[in-house]
């Protein structure tokens, strides 16, 4: 079978959010010790990203995003300061973080190389406002044919249905489809469940792979590397 579309992960596959995301909470520390002295901020901080590692979005989907994540630093800050504040801190938070991301002038030309021989999809997890804040941060619709958002669908990866979903906005079949992403749980387990062609781990630091997921069939420290796979799939002609 030769592979007619690649799929990619967004978060730590093409940019890297983890790092902006630690900048960002890098600089609101110091607007919050700025701002009120008398605070403990790095204990707010900290607070915050339990608060939200436990809940990003309103479980029950009441809550529009920002109106939620801003009641979480209300709640981070306790009594230090009202909700005029916690949104102020909020919109900081998200701007910094948001800046912070961007497509490498290497992986721009990685995906437009990549599009002269296959269709793209970018398959992401997470809630449809933030992640599409996201790519229209970096310009990601001028590098794909088809975004997908967990957000706008009944199940996130690594349920198989979301997969066929980007297959079939992508003309392809899953098993023509080369799955590439950070995350064992979720890129390869998910591109397994959906028995696609293959599954391409990107793995910077590497990490033994957890005995709980599906092993992925190629491991890779960088995205940029992915031309050497392809190219042992389907050699060129």
Same mark, same amino acid.
């Given at each position: ?8 992960? @967004?978060? $730590? ?23 009120? /002295?008398?605070? $403990?901020?790095?204990? =707010? ?18 809550? /529009? ?20 504040? &916690?949104?102020? !801190? ?25 599009? *002269?021989?296959?269709? *793209? &999809? ?7 406002? !933030? ?17 997908? =958002?967990?957000?706008? %669908?009944?199940?996130?990866? /690594? ?12 003309? !392809? ?29 990107? $793995?910077? %630091? ?16 960088? !995205? @940029? ?10 050699? /060129?002609?």
């Amino acid at each position: 079978m030769r592979i007619a579309a690649v799929i990619f992960d @967004l978060d $730590n596959t093409l940019i890297w959010t983890k790092q902006s995301d630690a900048n960002a909470f890098v600089q609101v520390t110091r607007f919050i010790k700025k701002e009120i /002295p008398s605070s $403990n901020a790095e204990e =707010i901080v900290a607070t915050f990203r339990k608060l939200l590692l436990a809940a990003e979005k309103d479980p029950d989907n009441k809550m /529009p995003i920002d109106e939620w994540r801003t009641g979480l630093w209300k709640k981070a800050l306790n009594s230090n300061q009202n909700e005029e504040f &916690a949104s102020r !801190v909020y919109q900081l938070w998200k701007k910094l973080r948001l800046e912070g991301l961007y497509f490498d002038e290497e992986v721009k030309l990685l995906l437009k190389g990549l599009r *002269l021989k296959y269709k *793209l &999809a970018l398959l992401t997890n997470g809630d449809s406002q !933030v992640q599409r804040e996201k790519i229209a941060q970096i310009g990601a619709e001028d590098y794909f044919d088809e975004i997908v =958002i967990s957000g706008d %669908h009944a199940e996130a990866k /690594p349920h198989p249905s979301i997969f066929k979903t980007s297959c079939k906005l992508l003309g !392809v079949e899953s098993a023509q489809c080369v799955m590439v992403g950070d995350s064992q749980d979720t890129d390869i387990q998910g591109g397994a469940n959906a028995k696609m062609l293959a599954t391409v781990w990107i $793995n910077p %630091h590497g990490k033994q792979p957890s005995q709980d997921f599906v092993k992925p069939d190629y491991t890779i420290k960088s !995205v @940029l590397e992915l031309d050497g796979v392809l190219n042992q799939l389907q050699p /060129p002609s």
